[in-house]
């Protein structure tokens, strides 16, 4: 199975900050890479697919990117909104994998 | 608009089978794979399985023989059973639609005596 690690498990950080998570591939994933955000009791709601395409309804302070096996999503201006649970997913092979998570928090 | 619920038990002692049911409305079961997502304490989110829009499975080798998915296309239900439950199965069930752009609310599924 392919492993998705992903990082930083808890990220702190202030409201305006430019946040970025990372999840690296154990193997070549193309862009078969989404994004979703969780909030406490709720549904993961997709962010971002195709590794960097916004998903409907989704600000654009939001964007994900590819540097080689190892994927991002930046919050350009973090809002108290945003602070959630964020998770990454890829669908390149099956079964598909999730990343362990990040838990985004205010500092 | 597209919706997607879960119903199902909220407790299920181990050994046994557990049944949820996925209804979903705003958009036809023949033309989406659907897919099964559980989130659990000790392994977080894990893909389970999918139910094409032909009606073909697929499913994770994790949950081996244990796990069946189908559907009633005429009630817009998919199906999960998986049987000889375990503690470890504690957690909440998700259906979501093929590009994972719908999700349900989930059920929390408790194994336990």
């Known amino acids: 199975d392919i492993q998705m690690t992903q990082s930083p498990s808890s990220l702190p950080a202030s409201l305006g900050d430019r946040v970025t998570i990372t999840c690296r591939a154990s193997?070549?994933?193309?862009?078969?890479l989404r994004w979703f955000q969780q909030k406490p009791g709720k549904s993961p709601r997709l962010m971002i697919y195709?590794?960097?395409n916004l998903a409907a309804g989704v600000p654009s302070r939001f964007s994900g990117s590819r540097s080689g096996s190892d994927y991002s999503l930046t919050i350009s201006s973090l809002e108290s909104e945003d602070m959630a649970d964020y998770y990454c997913l890829q669908s390149k092979e099956s079964p598909d994998t999730f990343g362990a998570g990040t838990k985004l928090e205010l500092k | 608009q597209v919706q997607l619920k879960e119903t199902g038990p909220g407790l299920v002692q181990p050994t046994q089978t557990l049944s949820i049911t996925c209804t979903v409305s705003g958009f036809s079961l023949t033309s989406y794979y659907m897919q099964w997502v559980r989130q659990t304490p000790g392994k977080g989110l894990e893909w389970m399985g999918f139910i094409r829009s032909g009606g073909s499975t697929e499913y994770n080798s994790e949950f081996k023989s244990r796990l069946s998915i189908s559907r009633d296309t005429s009630k817009n239900q998919v199906f999960l059973k998986m049987n000889s439950l375990k503690t470890e199965d504690t957690g909440v069930y998700y259906c979501a639609r093929a590009n994972w752009d719908y999700w349900g609310q989930g059920v929390m599924v408790t194994v336990s005596s």
């Open positions: 195709g590794a960097t």
């Open positions: 193997q070549d994933i193309g862009n078969y």
